[in-house]
């Protein structure tokens, strides 16, 4: 499929100059660094990080990068200006960026509420001693919230960048199943380095977060540390993967159980409590729908067999591995899921005795319904 991202990237950044315009911004500065990363700039234009992008309410728009040559392959941006320019330093570029851009003066320009307090002192005095009299706003229900929820629904090549990851992953999924069964990945570090592996070959960029790999005496735990040992795996008892790869910067997250038998009624219990879990909330995943409800619901599942869940029942993926909506007891009422939301789907139990079990697969709300991208399951042995 052939996407025009020139023409996508420039709709986003369409969209954020017309909240800085209705809310009297006079522009906003994202920045991708090593003091705090905001893959706002990769979102919005395609620059895989390590850069400051400026967008004012007048349409002017300007990427520094730290590498120009990566920035001239990978970004899709009307104006580049390389961050040598101004000595690599933030404090140089900022002010001069804002006065290139010819943004008014006196305006309030957008910075994360998450810059901290060292650099919001350091730019602000950059900017007062270069002359510029702008106004840093770092509120926190402002322009960088705004790019959350534009995020939070994805757009037709974000789909199918996601799409992409898990189709690979699900791949990579069914071989490891097959070289189980065989006897070929024998322990934690086996799956994993596959993993590791086969993800390159398959032209993705990385994991896309630290692959946990565990063993039936490790299954226990949500999230397993260290994240895997050489110890074995996918043998007597309940084995846990949880993994997913990085397709042009787009996250697949699923988590499979390896049940090898002969098992205890308990453990069979808590298969089977997982797998209702996953059939019945799958349903409230749906445009409209309360988040709320679908948390609930499989809160209602474990307790009437007595049994808790200890962590969240899904959360957006996207360019981050955790981003909105996030499925969970705390969302609020008014969260509901939009056409467009890819959200995990993960129930899971965990003992300290019987081992863990957790079923984790992506789920694309659409405007009917919802489409389960990866296809995840428990596996008996």
Known sequence: MEFDLDKIFRARREKMISYLKEHGLVAAVFEDSEDGRDLSVRYFTGHPGDALLLLTAEGYECLCPWDEHLAAKKAHVGKMLPYTRYDRSAEKAIPALLADSGCLEGGRVAFSPDISHRNFCKYEKAVSEAGGCWKIDCAENSAHQYVVSLRS???????????RAASITDAMTDVIWGKVRSGELKNESDVALYIERQLRADGCERTSFDTLVAGPDRSFAIHAFPGYTGGPWGTKGLSILDYGV???????????TIARGPLSKEQEKILDLVEEAATECRKLYVPGGKVLDAAQKADEIFAASGRA???????GTGLQI??????????????????????????????SELGGVRLENDVLITDTGNEVLTHSRIFRL
């Open 246 to 256: 990085c397709y042009e910067g787009y996250a697949s997250d699923c988590t499979i």
């Open 153 to 163: 629904r994805k757009d037709e090549y974000e789909i199918h960048c996601t799409k």
């Open 322 to 351: 955790h981003e909105a909506p996030f499925v969970s007891k705390r969302s609020g009422e008014e969260v509901l899921f939009e056409s467009g939301n890819i959200v995990t789907l993960e129930p899971g139990l965990y003992d």
């Open 309 to 315: 869940m200890p962590h969240g029942l899904g959360h």
